[in-house]
């Protein structure tokens, strides 16, 4: 258990965000979690979190307890400055430029301005946020590097103690599963499967081992192999 008592956790529904929920609940005596609503082309995601706060708690009694409001921030001017496929109808494929066509320049900087201002107000001193610099799809605003510099700056620019924890910026997407089964089991892997939601088409017709989705949008294909890679480990 941390000596913090709150932290407030960048949750979007996605598959990465929950399992970072799961983590902090396990961890600190009060969860909060934020999440943005910048008029994604679809809302799947944000459709499924409030499913998701509401089964996670059955996960562990201890949880139920922790778990605290929700933050939920429209952000309207991100669709109004991006040229992405989640927000206009273009195609989502890698660009010359070997980032997915749903690249918001700077996205996660954004988040976590906000983010920290939300957690300044709400007296929380970490911030748990999902990125990721593994397998990720080459987003800059993900590495550990930028994640820890703008920590910094909010640290200066805010007067306060905040940190800003990613327990999986180390780790792919298997492992994610893995420490997903480590933290809360069958019945967590199976939460994490059946509610949360990666594809980047908002698919949720089509059900596969690993979830719903698509099966060939760059998200699923990650999620498809990351699962079929932590099965493989596991009947090692
Ligand atoms: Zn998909």
């Known amino acids: 258990m941390s ?12 598959q990465d965000s929950t399992v970072c929920l799961a983590w902090a609940l396990d961890r600190f005596q009060r969860v909060e979690t934020i999440g943005f609503d910048y008029s994604q082309r679809h809302s799947v995601e944000l459709e499924v979190r409030p499913r998701i706060r509401e089964k996670i708690v059955a996960i562990k009694p201890e949880w139920k307890s922790r778990l605290g409001q929700d933050h939920m921030v429209r952000l309207d001017a991100l669709a109004a400055i991006s040229e992405t496929a989640l927000t ?3 195609a989502i494929e890698i660009a010359d430029n070997g980032l997915p066509t749903t690249f918001v320049p700077g996205r ?22 999902g990125m990721c610099e593994t397998d990720y799809s080459g987003y800059p605003d993900c590495r550990n590097e930028t994640v820890q510099t703008m920590a910094r700056a909010l640290r200066l ?3 306060k103690e905040v940190l800003i924890e990613t327990p999986l910026m180390r780790i792919d997407k298997a492992e994610t599963f893995a420490l997903a089964y480590k ?14 939601h990666s594809c980047y088409l908002g698919d949720r017709s089509h059900r596969h081992d690993w979830g719903y989705g698509c099966g060939e949008c760059p998200a699923c294909q990650l999620r498809a192999r990351g699962w079929e890679k932590w099965i493989a480990t596991r009947q090692k």
């Open 3 to 14: 000596e913090s008592t709150t932290a407030l956790v960048l949750f979007s529904g996605g």
């Open 88 to 90: 206009r109808d273009a």
């Open 108 to 129: 996660n900087l954004i988040f976590l301005s906000f983010a920290g201002a939300v957690a300044y107000r709400r007296g929380a001193s970490h911030l748990v946020a």
């Open 157 to 159: 620019g805010m007067d």
């Open 183 to 196: 933290i809360g089991s069958d019945a967590f892997i199976r939460l994490v499967v059946e509610e949360t």
